[in-house]
């Protein structure tokens, strides 16, 4: 293998173990961090990401609690119940497992969440502070994402990203944390004529969008950094990402795996918020 590994395995515990410790410090003041995660449904994906989110919050010291609601539950049940966890001193973080049955409106249950609780940063008060560089609950994988690179000692100001996708948790706050950071930045999508033309010119190449080992070494630049964001199944049921990692490892520096790569840094940033959350609390 030509490129380095970027472990979100290593650099995750590297970071749990410190928030670990910020927990540690609270208990003195009598304070646990509390996370509550709705979940809604019975959606197989969705219950291992739950699961994995108590686990996660529960080994570094913070009180989880799993909310599992029926996919008939209404629409007027659901937030009155993010509105019972917004009134609730306990939880300091909350955060409804998206995607939610189609009867309910999504974005009308984000924006119940009281902002000061939004651990997601997806409420739109949250990603207009974001937008322009204020304090705020930055989304969990892109966060993820940033503090990889910057662990990692990639450089980040005056180069060329280039990121694959275009959603609101991902791929948009992606390309704007980037910017922040003095990156030029370029978005390529489904709808972009002639991807690789644009991805070979990336110094940094961050791929979401969701389309099993869809990004060759055709597509990549000698020597640029690769982020896999995908989480598919390929043609033998094992789970692998958007870059075809086999073929990128050897024309990339370097390049993160999957698994093992962004997924457990984006539970690790919602510990992160949780935490932070409870801090601001506290003072
Ligand atoms: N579903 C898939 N990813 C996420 C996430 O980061 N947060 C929430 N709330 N739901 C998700």
Redesign the pocket.
Known sequence: MAGQLISGVAIGKELREEIKQGVGKLAASGITPGLAVILVGDNSA?QT?VKNKEKSSVEVGMKSEVIKLPETITEKELLDKVDELNNDESIHGI?????LPEHINEDLVIQMIDPEKDV?G?HPQNVGKMMIGQETYL???PHGILEMLQRTGVEIAGKHVVVIGRSN?VGKPMGQLLLQKDATVTYCHSRTKDLASFTKQADILIVAIGRAKFVTDEHVKEGAVVIDVGMNRDENGKLCGDVDFEKVKEVASAITPVPGGVGPM?ITMLLKNTLQSAIKKAK
């Open positions: 969705s990401y955060l409804v497992q998206l995607p997601d997806f989304p969990c994988t948790i984006t």
